[in-house]
């Protein structure tokens, strides 16, 4: 029986940050994944594929052009879901190949199959072919991500009633769509496919949807995405969802029916560990299947049981999974590591585009905390302007008391890139004048940094320290003219 240091189940992004970790600190390490090729459901269905179809939808169909040749503008007139699969699959070869390698260079094995504790320290892995496998650990990490939610009252058939997994699977693109539930997922699905000119309706039961995400921002992001198409459709919970005559009828508990040639059932997803008898362990799960985990350390309540990514729920990011990963691994493997910064982007891959660091507004006036706002728009830089951006706009949090800046959310194009300089920022302690200190490339989307900097500047009281500052500076000035007179060079 083979034993390891650290065997890993899953190799999305939390699994295969732990095992590159473990392999570079020359343990054993061993990676289980279900599914005959790595990578997980961020390769496979979600974060890869989702962000390649929107990247294809946007170039085919012309949408960035649009704001130079006018609404109607297209590259390709007929779009098929061929046309869109060919990209997806490349770029999954791709991303697969470039795993395989990294796991191969850093001596990471591999083994295809279903894992289950068996034991504290003992899982058996069935094969497809029914064979069985059983391998031994000193340390284990959960890394199996999640499925989509399912309801029996949801009748899927695999052909126009789908979920997120099997709707990358299409085998033509609908001309009407229907999603229903208008989270991360249900959002960017229905502006993407809006960008394709067909008609899409977004159910969402709830009176408002994307939560955490500013006000200001979700009135200014219902407004584009309403005017590019999307029939947004809040505060409707369902009644019922049939299939008739080859189209699929959602029937609203306010009396009203949308009709479409397709529906996308995108109302959350569930920890996948329902087959990983974790009773065995001692391990429970919650309503949603997710393993509860030591948010430092990412062990869960049985010390040698690690667990990372979406299974253990919030914040659900490929980014937060890699780190979670890499952390985890050194946890168990004994090795110091920096912990994780609590400055991390969310990147929403709608169109337009959503990326978020840092507290909302909502969240400073919750906390009591005393704050000034900077706002800019994206056509009042000459970037914008060029590019006819038309929307877009960048709003900056920043403490009244220490100057500090305290998040920033923006929405546009090109926001999930933008909003490094903001992580950047906050995670070194930056304030507000750092945006007004420094000069910007010009012309760049970059400089509504500086717009709204400039924004929030002039409202902020002057430190006493900038008072000092300018005196020192009226003296510096001063020498220098007498030097130069002194010199006679003035
Ligand atoms: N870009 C990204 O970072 C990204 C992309 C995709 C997914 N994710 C993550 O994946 C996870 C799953 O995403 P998601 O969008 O499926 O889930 P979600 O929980 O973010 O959103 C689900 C939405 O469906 C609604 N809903 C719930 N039950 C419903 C029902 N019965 N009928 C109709 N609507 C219902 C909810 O009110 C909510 O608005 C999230 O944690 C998300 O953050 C992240």
């Not at 985990?293 to 979406?310: E, F, L």
Request: proline share 3%; aromatic share 6%; hydrophobic share 40%.
């Amino acid at each position: 029986m083979s034993h390891y240091d650290l065997i890993v189940i899953g190799s999305g992004p939390a699994g295969r940050a732990a095992a590159i970790q473990a392999g570079k600190l020359k343990r054993k390490v061993l990676v289980i994944d279900r599914r005959d090729r790595l990578g997980g459901v961020s390769v496979h269905t979600g974060t890869i594929p989702s962000k390649t179809l929107r990247e294809t939808v946007l170039n085919l169909s012309g949408w960035r052009e649009r704001s130079f040749y006018g609404r109607s503008y297209r590259v390709k007139d007929e779009i098929k879901a061929d046309d869109l699969k060919a990209r997806l699959h490349m770029t999954l070869d791709h991303e697969v190949d470039v795993l395989e390698h990294q796991f191969n260079r850093n001596h990471v094995e591999t083994l295809n199959g279903f894992a289950k504790f068996i034991g504290p320290k003992e899982v058996e892995v069935a094969t497809e072919a029914g064979e069985t496998t059983v391998l031994t650990a000193d340390n284990f990490l959960i890394a199996t991500g999640t499925k989509t939610y399912r309801p029996d009252n949801v009748p899927f058939n695999g052909t126009n009633i789908l979920d997120s997994d099997e709707f990358l699977d299409m085998a033509k693109i609908p001309r009407s769509l229907v999603v229903v539930g208008a989270g991360v997922i249900g959002v960017e699905y229905a502006t993407m496919f809006s960008a394709l000119d067909i008609q899409v309706t977004l159910i969402e039961p709830r009176d408002s949807f994307l939560d955490f995400i500013d006000k200001r921002l979700i009135e200014d992001f219902t407004h584009q995405i309403r005017e590019n198409g999307v029939d947004l459709r809040l505060g409707s919970a369902i009644e019922k969802i049939e299939e008739h005559d080859d189209m699929v009828e959602v029937t609203l508990e306010n009396g009203r029916h949308v009709r479409a040639e397709m529906l996308l059932f995108a109302a959350g997803r569930m920890g996948a560990t329902e087959r990983l008898n974790l009773k065995a362990v001692g391990l429970e799960t919650d309503h949603r299947g997710r393993v509860a985990v030591d948010r430092k350390s990412y062990q869960t309540d049985v010390p040698h049981i690690y667990a990372a990514g979406d299974v253990i729920g919030h914040p659900s990011l490929a980014s937060t999974s890699v780190q979670q990963g890499r952390v985890a691994a050194c946890h168990a493997l004994e090795t110091p590591t920096l912990p994780e910064s609590p400055w991390f982007p969310y990147g929403i891959y709608s169109v337009p585009e959503i990326s978020t660091c840092g507290m909302s507004e909502e969240e400073l006036q919750e906390r009591g905390i005393a704050y000034e706002v900077g706002v800019a728009r994206f056509r009042e830089t000459s970037r914008g302007h060029i590019m006819g951006l038309e929307h877009g706009m960048l709003k900056m949090l920043l403490s009244l008391k220490t100057r500090r800046l305290l998040g920033v959310q923006i929405v546009g194009e090109g926001a999930t890139e933008l909003i490094h300089i903001a992580q950047a920022v906050m995670n070194l302690k930056g304030t507000v004048d750092y945006f007004v200190e420094n000069t910007f490339n010009y012309p760049t989307l970059a400089e509504a940094y500086r717009v709204a900097g400039l924004d929030a500047f002039n409202r902020m009281p002057i430190p006493d320290e900038f008072k000092v500052k300018k005196e020192e500076r009226a003296k510096e000035k001063k020498a220098t003219q007498k030097r130069l007179k002194a010199e006679g060079k003035s």
